[in-house]
């Protein structure tokens, strides 16, 4: 026969042992001779967690936990390494800390070993009763239905947004690409076969600086984001007990950087988007322009440049160059004004003076037969690799 209970009458522990999707003020619970199940107002799943009246009767909520940590990049290292020194301390957060993390060399495993943790590889196989609570920062894995059921208090997950808001593997840099001026830290917990849609446990706010660089913002949200997660461990039944689903408004995606974002369109690219973009995916994967049918990539952004050409006769167009002598940089024209380059690669690294004197100094250009591109950045609107160029644009190049 059904009968209803609050929470507390339950036993926060024993509550979320038997949900991983939420813990309504009422639950309805059915006892059978094997399993306790509950139903939610809300209509989620029935769990199948094996609990018996003896052990919801004899549950203690709280920690020290047994952690079963997942992680692969430097993002996810703070947070293990601050797991690391609680489970050495007298705290009694962490018990217990062993990690799994994906074959190759990734900076999860070398702290691992360094520390002499204990690392699984990927895929797990049966944990049930070896730990209490999971932990997943930065993995990139789809967790299954039946490996989260495994853990009595369900998968945390460290991410570095505030969901809804960008939901996907590349939070940070969508941030920066994108002109936010503030973000923060999600611990939530995972929902099987979907990244980034469970309920929320705790979420920190946090200010970005002017300038910031997606490098830079990670690693200040990498230590927030360790922070949040000990603090959500310290009381984790109450934070189960007060979480609440992410808004279904707001939501947006944050896909994969890859190598097609770095190429410019100098007549679409305003100087304050370029801007975004070098602070978002330079450090990782140079800015490429085109300069007389081979790759040129961009290198040490100065930002906007205050470049006057009046009484110089035409127009500049999106991609014209103008080398800054006194400033040992070459300067781009875009929709909207000028940005600033100190160095390039062109078969090898070269300073803008090193490509002024090479390619854009008259002697050059009289040897030249490419006339009407020598002077010009060609831009890649399909951002695909390159085609025959097929441009003939009057051009024109300035030194100052």
């Known amino acids: 026969m059904w009968n209803t209970v609050s929470p507390k009458q339950m036993g926060w522990k024993i509550l979320h042992n038997m949900c991983s999707y939420c813990i309504q003020r009422h639950v309805s619970v059915r006892l059978c001779n094997r399993r306790i199940h509950i139903k939610h107002r809300c209509g989620g799943p029935i769990p199948d967690q094996t609990l018996t009246a003896g052990t919801l009767k004899d549950s203690t909520p709280g920690p020290p936990w047994r952690i079963l940590f997942l992680g692969t990049d430097d993002f996810a290292v703070e947070s293990l390494k601050l797991l690391s020194t609680f489970r050495k301390s007298s705290d009694g957060v962490v018990e217990s800390l062993e990690v799994v993390t994906l074959d190759n060399d ?4 070398r702290f691992a070993k ?3 943790l204990p690392v699984h590889t990927w895929p797990l196989g049966d944990l049930q009763g070896r730990f209490d609570v999971g932990v997943v920062v930065s993995f990139g894995c789809l967790l299954r239905e039946t490996l989260i059921k495994q853990f009595p208090y369900g998968i945390l997950n460290v991410h570095p947004s505030l969901l809804p808001r960008w939901r996907g593997p590349a939070p940070v840099f969508h941030t920066i690409l994108h002109g936010d001026t503030f973000t923060g830290v999600t611990v939530m917990q995972i929902r099987a076969k979907r990244f980034d849609v469970g309920p929320i446990l705790h979420q920190g706010f946090h200010q970005i600086p002017e300038n910031c660089t997606a490098d830079q913002l990670g690693a200040a949200l990498a230590a927030q984001g360790a922070g949040l ?3 959500t461990l310290k009381n984790l039944p109450e934070r189960i007990l007060h979480q609440r689903e992410q808004d279904k408004e707001g939501a947006t995606l944050a896909p994969k950087i890859n190598s097609s974002m770095s190429w410019m369109v100098w007549e679409e690219q305003t100087c304050a988007q370029i801007d975004r973009l070098y602070r978002a995916i330079g450090s990782r994967i ?3 322009t085109i300069w007389m049918g081979k790759t040129v990539k961009l290198l040490d952004f100065v930002g906007t440049c205050n470049i006057s050409l009046s009484g110089r006769g035409r127009k500049p167009v999106p991609g014209c160059i103008s080398y800054q002598k006194e400033l ?4 781009v024209c875009c929709k909207d004004g000028w940005v600033g380059f100190k160095a390039v690669i062109l078969k090898k690294r070269l300073s803008a003076t090193d490509f002024y004197n090479g390619y854009l100094h008259q002697s050059f250009q009289k040897r030249s037969s490419h006339q009407t591109e020598e002077c010009l950045f060609l831009s890649n609107k399909n951002r ?15 030194v100052h």
Request: hydrophobic share 30%; charged share 25%; no cysteine.
């Open 106 to 109: 990734v900076p999860v495993k």
């Open 114 to 116: 360094e520390n002499s």
């Open 229 to 231: 997660l000990m603090e």
């Open 286 to 288: 140079p800015l490429r």
């Open 328 to 331: 040992d940089t070459l300067a």
């Open 384 to 398: 695909t690799e390159l085609q025959p160029i097929r441009e003939n644009t009057s051009t024109q190049h300035t």
